[in-house]
């Protein structure tokens, strides 16, 4: 077949505007899927328990690669172990930020709490009886702190800051300034067993948070936190239960706290004085870092246990890598601002 | 020459936009919107809510950035980048929600930012007393500038307000929603100031839902719908009905629902019943299908009432019976078990969970309806809220939405649906359509009389004449505390009503 010369020109233009709309099309292509990656992307950060998981997993890997120790049974099982205690009292106190308060006394209410139960052991009581009468003391303690708060209003910072000292200064009071280490060998379960290989207070740590995951993302009662922190004076003249959900979130802060206080006690063989000093703040700090904020409506559980796991494998990090452990604070204090840093400018770019 | 000159000036447009474009996720808040405003006029810009005129004053007063078009400013195109520059340009707004200290004295705040200094930069408190009670008296007032701010009424820290913007050199004031907190005396003051402004040159923009008052002082009037310019009228060639047919794209021709014919069932009894000096020997009847309208200015214990009845403050004596039982309800939890339902007057503040999203403010009273077993079921949830926002079309993209980012009228939308949600039997609503547009306005009457004819008692307290006439059965006026009158809705009248509440 014999092409004409103005034909086969006017094929060459059908094939470059052929091929330009190939091109396009390709181009176009790819630019969806630029855009795709670029939502998934920023759906993830949205979602802060995503985020931090994410971020968890980097440093995870992070440290796999250049450290031959991080990856091994022994430093996983340490690490779960050190981060248990304060995953647990990140537990009561998401639920406490969530409905806009915050406590400041876990610290100390941690030592006190495994004083107690050293005491009475020590003095040959049963251990359950110990137990039970340790638990009982953080009840009372979170009782006062939520009739203060509620009832008659002085602001948590305050009434914790004052229990704080308090539960201190009760706990060197009863410990005389010593350790209390007449502790009966089958106290040590709870620090130092392990169930199918699986250290203990991990599986209790595990089962505080997921019970607690589970009633602050779906119960009804702790549900109302959320509306609480809010706005709550709308609370109130919604009919939601103010007063008791708050006093319920203290009461269950400091009953968390003394269970910390258990198991620590429970791994030392000893109740130490000095024990948690800095707790409260650490934990905030991991609470926040995981989604939670000091204004309340925020936070989930899950968020904050990432923030512990987040913080305590950072720590491990510079453990394993030499670091002092003189700059384990700085480290901590930039984590949470650079946290919190990223959130307001992500929230910021969404509003503008 | 002189002359000429300033007609020149006055001939062209001291501020010009063009093609002004703004989005926020999810809204197209600003759609092209084009608008000139002259030197010595008041421009109003009206709208129903969530038209855009707030969003496009913030960008004119350098809150938010423009997406895209044109700002000519003084025959310069400019960007502005922030409320400073702004300011510098000579660009004040007098906002909404006052933006003052109320701990601090007059001249404090007029000169907050820009304090008179002397020598090692020491404050002079001297020259901006003076300054302060100069500026002060071109409105016709005569506070002392020491005067502790929150020692003033709303309308007299307005005035402190405008004071403020006119502290530095001002070309062009805007006044967002002026008159909101204002009694009519006040108001007519403050119109008194604008027109002087006006006089000495000031190009002023108006913005507000009230069309009575745009009408009495605008010069043009610029419409806004759903972030698009509709267009702009000169007042003496517009009427309202044309303004409202360009604001809401439609006419309303039927402003008001219709009302109840026959009251049976007294369903709410209140008898005598008192709290300190605040309310004094309250008696009222409330039945099924009825809207009792209550009227009286502020301070008049109207809310006061609302508030005794819904559990929150305590009375001192007196009876409430329900459906002939006798209750003593001292809790809003009590109040909502015996099915009634309360929507302050404040919904930012008291009423809306602003941080939490759509279907958790709906359902936030109804928590146990959803719940199996003490723990939330998502899908009946969803349901619920999805339920209410359909049948009170409550503009959201979604139900994940957090209340923050909707308007006024659809946040409005969202408490009442909250307490829809509730199936109370009494309902007091506290100025329910308070700061919220015409349409949406309307929409809000439908409902509560919708909600009357299916047997709700509704209490509705307001202080809009139109509003308690056209939607009220019967009317109370309260003053001081106590009922002062009452009247049929379908024959009472502005005067009657003003003459009993004003009364001495």
């Known amino acids: 077949m014999l092409i004409k010369n103005e034909d086969s020109e006017k094929l060459m233009g059908d094939l470059k505007s052929y091929n330009h709309y190939v091109d396009k099309a390709l181009n176009r292509q790819k630019i969806k899927v630029r855009e795709k990656l670029a939502f998934a992307l920023k759906t993830i950060f949205r979602i802060r328990e995503a985020a931090v998981l994410v971020v968890v997993i980097i440093i995870g890997l992070i440290l796999t690669l250049s450290s031959p120790y991080f990856l091994t049974i022994e430093n996983l099982k340490a690490i779960a172990i050190g981060l248990s205690t304060d995953a647990i009292m990140a537990v009561g106190m998401t639920i406490l930020l969530v409905s806009g308060g915050f406590d400041l006394s876990i610290g100390s209410v941690l030592a006190f709490g495994g004083a107690i139960s050293a005491l009475f052991l020590g003095k040959n009581f049963n251990m359950w009886i110990s137990i039970i009468i340790a638990l009982a003391v953080a009840a009372i303690i979170g009782l006062i702190n939520g009739t203060i708060v509620t009832k008659i209003g002085v602001n948590p910072l305050i009434t914790t800051l004052g229990m704080m000292s308090i539960a201190r200064g009760a706990t060197l009071v009863v410990a005389q300034g010593y350790p209390l280490a007449e502790i009966p060998l089958e106290f040590t379960v709870f620090g130092q067993g392990e169930i199918f290989g699986l250290p203990v207070p991990m599986l209790i740590m595990l089962l505080i948070v997921i019970i607690g995951e589970v009633m602050l993302r779906r119960s009804r009662f702790l549900r109302q936190a959320y509306y609480i922190g809010s706005n709550e004076r709308a609370a109130r003249l919604s009919g939601i239960h103010v007063d008791k959900v708050k006093m319920f979130s203290y009461v269950i802060t400091a009953t968390l706290a003394v269970i910390a206080g258990l198991i620590s006690t429970s791994r030392l063989a000893a109740a130490f004085p000095q024990a948690g000093i800095g707790a409260e703040l650490r934990v905030i700090s991991a609470c926040v870092i995981g989604g939670a904020s000091l204004a309340g409506g925020e936070g989930s559980v899950l968020g904050s246990l990432l923030g512990v796991v987040l913080l305590a494998i950072v720590n491990n990090g510079l453990i394993l890598k030499n670091v002092s452990i003189y700059w384990q604070g700085i480290v901590s204090g930039l984590i949470l601002i650079l946290a919190v840093t990223l959130d307001i400018l992500s929230r910021r770019r969404r509003v503008r | ?504």
């Open chain 2, 1 to 504: 020459m002189f002359n000429l000159n300033i007609q020149t000036k006055f001939d062209k447009p001291i501020l010009k936009l063009i093609g002004i474009s703004k989005s926020f996720p999810g809204v197209k808040a600003l759609d092209k919107v084009n608008l000139e405003v002259f030197q010595g006029e008041i421009h109003a810009i009206v709208g129903e809510n969530g038209a855009g005129k707030s969003t496009l004053m913030m960008i004119i007063s350098g809150v938010y950035k423009k997406d895209d078009g044109k700002i000519i400013f003084d025959e310069l195109e400019t960007e502005i980048t922030d409320t400073h520059h702004a300011k510098s340009l000579g660009i004040s707004t007098v906002f909404q929600e006052l933006s003052l200290f109320p701990h601090r004295k007059i001249f404090e705040n007029i000169f907050a930012g820009k304090e008179f200094t002397r020598k090692f930069g020491l404050v002079d408190i001297k020259k901006m007393k003076i300054d302060a009670k100069n500026i002060l008296s071109t409105f016709d007032v005569d506070f002392d500038p020491s005067t502790l701010l929150a020692d003033l009424t709303s309308a007299e820290r307005q005035i402190v307000e405008i004071a403020k913007a006119l502290s530095s050199e001002v070309k062009m004031l805007i006044f967002d929603e002026p008159t909101s907190s204002l009694t009519d005396r006040e108001t007519a003051r403050l119109f008194n100031i604008i027109n002087d402004l006006k006089v000495k040159g000031v190009a002023i923009i108006y913005v507000s839902h009230r069309l009575e008052e745009v009408f009495e002082i605008a010069d043009r009037i610029t419409v806004l719908r759903d972030g698009r310019y509709i267009g702009t009228v000169n007042k003496k060639d517009a009427d309202m009905t044309q303004v409202v047919r360009m604001m809401v794209g439609r006419d309303l021709s039927d402003m008001f629902p219709e009302k109840s014919k026959i009251l049976r069932n007294e369903f709410l009894i209140i008898n005598d019943l008192c709290r300190e000096n605040i309310l004094k020997n309250i008696n009222l009847k409330l039945h099924t299908e009825e809207i009792l309208g209550i009227y009286g200015l502020v301070g008049s214990g109207r809310s006061e009432l609302a508030r005794c009845i819904f559990g929150i403050d305590k009375i001192d004596s007196g009876e409430i019976y329900i459906n002939g039982l006798k209750k003593n309800i001292d809790s809003p939890i009590i109040a909502i078990k015996n099915g009634i339902g309360y929507m302050p007057e404040d919904r930012k503040e008291a009423g809306l969970f602003l941080s939490l999203a759509v279907k958790e403010n709906i359902v936030a009273s109804s928590l146990e309806r959803i719940s199996n077993f003490g723990f939330l079921n998502t899908k009946k949830t969803k349901s619920l809220a999805g339920q209410y926002v359909e049948r009170l079309t409550i503009k959201t993209p979604n139900l994940e939405q957090k209340v923050l980012n909707l308007s006024g009228g659809n946040q409005q939308k969202v408490l009442l649906a909250k307490w829809l949600a509730v199936q109370p039997k009494i309902l007091i609503v506290d100025e329910p359509t308070k700061g919220i547009d015409v349409g949406a306005k309307a929409e809000i009457h439908f409902l509560l009389r919708q909600l009357a004819n299916r047997g709700v008692g509704i209490i509705m307290i307001s202080s809009e004449l139109p509003e308690i006439l056209g939607m009220s059965d019967k009317i109370l006026v309260m003053h001081e505390g106590e009922i002062r009158g009452e009247f049929l809705g379908d024959r009472a009248t502005q005067e009657e009503l003003l003459t009993c509440a004003y009364q001495e």
